[in-house]
């Protein structure tokens, strides 16, 4: 009976964790466009094209992905490209 009681205790940590998890990925997306833009503060865009830009980058990136913007991109160019011409980035 014990192990039945212990077994049904790990099952329902596991389960907390695993609804938790996505919860707190999700609390750091405007924090991560938050840093995008200020990474991108002197690539003479207006404001909006950088909101745009990053919003776009984020989404693109998923909840889960745990790196920067600046770090995603290097390593994404596709996604890099048509996030800027969605935001209408300006070279």
Known sequence: MKWRIGALAVFSLCAMALAIGPAFAQANIPARIKQCIADNKDEEQEAEVLQDYCKCMSDAMGPTVQISVLQ??????????KCAAE???ED
């Open 72 to 81: 995603w991109e290097k390593t994404h160019p596709k996604e890099d490209e």
């Open 87 to 89: 935001a209408d980035w």
